[in-house]
């Protein structure tokens, strides 16, 4: 006969496989970027973050090469974040199951799924050829806010969805309209969980180089309008590592990336958390 294992034992085990797993995630998190940062240390100082590029990178600083990131990245939450709340909101509080809403959620699933470079070839084909926007900020900006719609569309609607009918119905019953008990009660609730959606398309748009590869160009000058073609940290640290330039620079592109990425979730989390208190009375 097998013998049957207690209940408090199996509740044990499982405990402790659940707690040695988060460790074992928080480890690999802390490998990957604590290596990458102390590479990157040797060639971390001000002349390198705020100095142009010298000889396609072997030198220099990536001054440029942030201001560039933060232009893509800006277009792209400037076109996906609108898009993608818009959408969760009708999917959330107008729409009805049916055949409309199944294709809309396909889509966006879909969406997630496709490999960055496939965004990269469309993004080529359509914005660089076919609208002739050719390689420039725009290009890649556009490009990112399609990969970053669906994460924060999916982000938005469960954040939405999430909250207590019973605010919106108290609301429709003291007399508010529908947008009204959206845009004043549902929206400020659903606010932290928007908000994380919308870093997570932001950590996603600014860490991409596949998807910008065909797009953006490779300018090593600052862009000063979006039409000009630019060369983002992502794809920078690209050409560095896979031509041969400087991987010391490489590594220091790559540590002032995951710094930039640290800092603003940090920030974002902190601000988010903020709100919560504030919304809840705290």
Not at 50 to 55: A, V
Not at 193 to 202: E, N, P, Q, R, Y
């Amino acid at each position: 006969m097998h013998r049957i294992i207690s209940p408090k034992i199996a509740q044990k085990v499982m405990k402790l496989i659940f707690w040695i797993s988060g460790i074992i995630t928080i480890l690999i998190l802390l490998v990957i970027i604590g290596y990458v940062i102390l590479k990157g240390m040797p060639v971390l100082n001000l002349e390198f973050i705020f100095g142009d590029p010298i000889d396609s990178g072997r030198e220099g600083g990536i001054f440029p090469m942030i201001i560039s990131s933060a232009y893509v990245t800006l277009i792209a939450l400037l076109v996906a974040t609108p898009l993608s709340m818009g959408a969760a909101i009708y999917l959330s509080e107008y729409a009805s199951e049916g055949k409309l809403v199944a294709a809309i959620r396909f889509g966006a699933e879909t969406l997630s799924s496709i490999p960055s470079i496939i965004f990269g070839l469309f993004g080529l084909a359509f914005f660089v050829i076919y609208l002739d926007m050719g390689w420039s900020v725009l290009s890649g900006g556009l490009t990112l806010a399609l990969m970053a719609l669906p994460t924060i569309l999916a982000t938005s609607e469960v954040s939405i969805e999430s909250i207590n009918k019973s605010y919106s119905e108290g609301s429709l019953a003291l007399g508010a309209t529908k947008w009204q008990t959206i845009n004043r009660v549902v929206l400020p609730a659903a606010l932290p969980g928007i908000t994380t959606g919308i870093i997570l398309g932001m950590g996603r748009a600014i860490a991409e180089a596949a998807a910008i590869l065909y797009t953006v160009g490779a300018a090593l000058a600052i862009p000063i309008s979006i039409f000009d073609p630019a060369r983002p940290l992502p794809l920078h640290l690209y050409i560095l590592a896979t031509e041969g330039i400087s991987l010391e620079n490489a590594y220091g592109t790559a540590a002032v990336l995951v710094i930039i990425i640290i800092i603003i979730t940090v920030v974002t989390n902190t601000l988010v958390d903020r709100y919560s208190k504030k919304m809840m009375g705290r």
